[in-house]
């Protein structure tokens, strides 16, 4: 049967960000699918709502309190994981995003925050897993959450576009480094109806802009990511590797305008 090949029965997945969201929706999908999960964010009762929902799917839940921009969590994160579960199966760097910001207002230090975590810390974490995975499964799949931002103009979006494509870059590197026994993919994501996308839900011109500029006339659900993120890492994408697959309700542009300040002088020149 052809479903068969998108469940993941007895394997074991990380899952970064994983408090709400996103992160959520694809660590309860995993489990619904077969999978037990381990959930790592931040905020230890975020993590617990989600190991809850893990286990009302009769698979098995671990909550491991996590910062992705601290190397030794990282490290840490995946010796739990081997440690509970005796094994590594998949993993999903969701952990990221940097809020808009016009270029003239982003510093070195923000871009470079944005730059360590959207696609810094991912790298160091596949590393850690992918070595993980060779060692107790033999194989894997990472799945990297980006970003339509990584490939499309979005004015005050220099700092998460640049970091995004960063992490577009990585996937595709390590792919082809990693290949074959580790499979690594990106999912390139639109506007999803998240807490990142509050100032677009709650705001009816913005959220009818989005809509309208959006060919299938809506925002995206963590379902939607969630059900990509299944076949990616699933053994139903087995001959896919270095992809970025986009999920973005058709987008060619983007849906929202997020204005800048225009370049002005810093002082008025005096006409001769």
Known sequence: MILDAFRLTGQVAIVTGAGTGIGRGIAV????????????ARTASDLDGTVALIQETGRRGLAVVTDVMVEEDLARLVSITVEQFG????LVNNAGGTPPRPAMQT???YLTTALQFNAVAPFLLSKLAAQAMVDTDGSGSIVNISSRSSDMVMSSMVAYGAGKAALNMVTQNLAAEFAPRVRVNAIGVGGVATQSMNFVMSNDALRTQYESNTPMARIGTPRDIAAAALY???SASSW???VMLRVDGGTTKPAFDLPAPPL?????QETP
């Open 264 to 268: 002005q002088p810093t002082q008025q």
């Open 87 to 90: 094994r590594l199966s998949i």
């Open 232 to 234: 990616l890492a699933s």
């Open 240 to 242: 896919v590797t270095g």
């Open 29 to 40: 999908a995993f489990a619904e699918a077969g999978a037990d999960v381990v959930v790592a």
């Open 107 to 109: 510093s070195p230090r």
